[in-house]
């Protein structure tokens, strides 16, 4: 059973910071990319970053420069680091992971978490 799990979320002012976790099991891969979504209330859920599988990573311009998306050796968990919080980074946040794998490499996935919160006040 394919399980993505986040953590981390939680409460902060505005200039802290939060390191999201999302340990993913249950599934073999060829090839995947890991990223990182986030829905505030009655907004459409948007991009904030993403690392391929040959390891380079982007970023959404709202979060360049402040976050940092990075994974253990092992592929296992993904993070985000978010430093300089601000309000406006009020969210749930949700890891997904996207890739191909099955019987040469033909069947595309992907899965999403259940998001974890958070919430940065002035």
């Known amino acids: 059973q394919v399980r993505l799990v986040e953590s981390g979320g939680g409460s902060v002012q505005a200039g802290g910071s939060l390191r999201l976790s999302c340990a993913a099991s249950?599934?073999?891969?060829?090839?995947?990319?890991m990223m990182w979504y986030r829905q505030a209330p009655g907004k459409d859920r948007e991009f904030v970053s993403r690392?391929?599988?040959?390891?380079?990573?982007s970023y959404a311009d709202s979060v360049k420069g402040r976050f940092t998306i990075s994974q253990d050796n092992a592929e296992s968990t993904l993070y985000l680091q978010m430093n300089s919080l601000k309000p406006e980074d009020t969210a749930m946040y949700y890891c997904?992971?996207?890739?191909?794998?099955?019987?040469?490499?033909?069947?595309?996935?992907?899965?999403w978490g259940q998001g974890t919160q958070v919430t940065v006040s002035s």
């Open positions: 249950g599934y073999t891969y060829c090839t995947k990319d």
């Open positions: 997904k992971t996207a890739g191909s794998g099955g019987w040469m490499c033909r069947i595309s996935f992907e899965y």
């Open positions: 690392i391929n599988s040959d390891g380079s990573t």
